[in-house]
C-alpha cells in the first residue's frame, strides 16, 4: 500500500504562478524526500527533508514538513514551463529495511 | 558520470515468453533497487539489493519474476514466463550508502510491453 498520498492528483497553472503540491502519509517517517519526474524518464531526486526539520529551501523550491499532521508539502515557486512534469513524495521508516515507499505523484502542468 | 543504466529501453514481447532487464548501477553505489511503475498502482518497489545481497523481496508480485546481482555492477530482473498484466516501466534505482539521508537515483526506466 502507499505510504504518501499526494494531493492534487493534477495541477495546471500560468507560468510565474507559484505551485503548490502536498503530501500525507500514515506512520511515523524518518525523512520525506520530493522527487519529479519527466514524461518518459526516470525520477529525480529534488529535496531531502529530515523528521527534525520543519522547513527546507533549494532553489525556487520550498519544502515544509508537519509531523504532527503528519503531511509535507512542496512549493515550487515563479514556475516555468520546465517544470511540466509528475512530482512525487517519497517516504523512508527506518527500522530493518532501508526503502522509499513513494506516492501516486502529482502531475503539474506549467503552460507558457 | 554515467548515471544508472538500464537495457533494454524498450521491449515487447508475447504472453509466455521470457524477458530479461538488465541495470548498472552508479559505481561505488552499495543499493540496488528495482520498482514498477504503472498508472493503476504507481510506483511500486519491488525487490532490493545490499551489496549484492537481496534484503527485501515482498514486492515481487509471484514466483514468475526473479533478480540477481551477481556483482556490485549489473542486476537482472527477470520475468518468466511473462504476461499481459506485466506490462509496465521498469526502474532500476541506486543508493551510496545505508542511512537516513541518501536518496536513489534512478534510471531512464525500460518499457515492457507484453501481448
Known amino acids: 500500500s502507499q505510504q504518501g498520498e499526494e494531493d492534487p492528483q493534477a495541477l495546471s497553472i500560468q507560468e510565474g504562478e507559484n505551485a503548490t503540491m502536498n503530501c500525507s502519509y500514515k506512520?511515523?517517517?524518518?525523512?520525506l524526500q520530493w522527487y519529479r519526474q519527466n514524461s518518459g524518464r526516470g525520477l529525480v531526486h529534488l529535496i531531502l527533508i529530515r523528521s527534525n526539520e520543519r522547513e527546507k529551501h533549494s532553489g525556487r523550491l520550498r519544502v515544509t514538513l508537519d509531523t504532527s499532521k503528519k503531511s509535507s508539502s512542496l512549493l515550487i515557486t515563479a514556475s516555468r514551463a520546465a517544470d511540466t512534469a509528475s512530482y512525487f513524495c517519497?517516504?523512508?521508516?527506518?527500522?530493518?529495511?532501508?526503502?522509499?515507499?513513494f506516492g501516486k505523484g502529482t502531475l503539474l502542468t506549467v503552460n507558457p | 558520470d554515467a548515471g544508472v543504466i538500464q537495457s533494454p529501453r524498450h521491449e515487447v514481447t508475447e504472453m509466455g515468453q521470457e524477458v530479461t532487464l538488465r541495470c548498472k548501477p552508479i559505481?561505488?553505489?552499495?543499493?540496488l533497487f528495482w520498482y514498477r511503475q504503472t498508472m493503476m498502482r504507481g510506483l511500486e518497489l519491488l525487490i532490493y539489493f545490499n551489496n549484492n545481497v537481496p534484503i527485501d523481496d515482498s514486492g515481487m508480485p509471484e514466483d514468475r519474476f526473479s533478480a540477481k546481482m551477481p556483482n556490485a555492477s549489473f542486476s537482472t530482473l527477470k520475468i518468466q514466463p511473462s504476461e499481459p498484466r506485466d506490462s509496465a516501466v521498469y526502474f532500476c534505482?541506486?543508493?551510496?550508502?545505508?542511512?537516513?539521508?541518501?536518496?536513489?537515483?534512478f534510471g531512464p526506466g525500460t518499457r515492457l510491453l507484453v501481448l
Open positions: 534505482a541506486s543508493s551510496l550508502v545505508a542511512g537516513f539521508q541518501e536518496t536513489q537515483y
Open positions: 517519497a517516504t523512508e521508516s527506518g527500522g530493518s529495511n532501508y526503502k522509499l515507499t
Open positions: 559505481s561505488g553505489h552499495d543499493y
Open positions: 506512520t511515523s517517517i524518518n525523512n
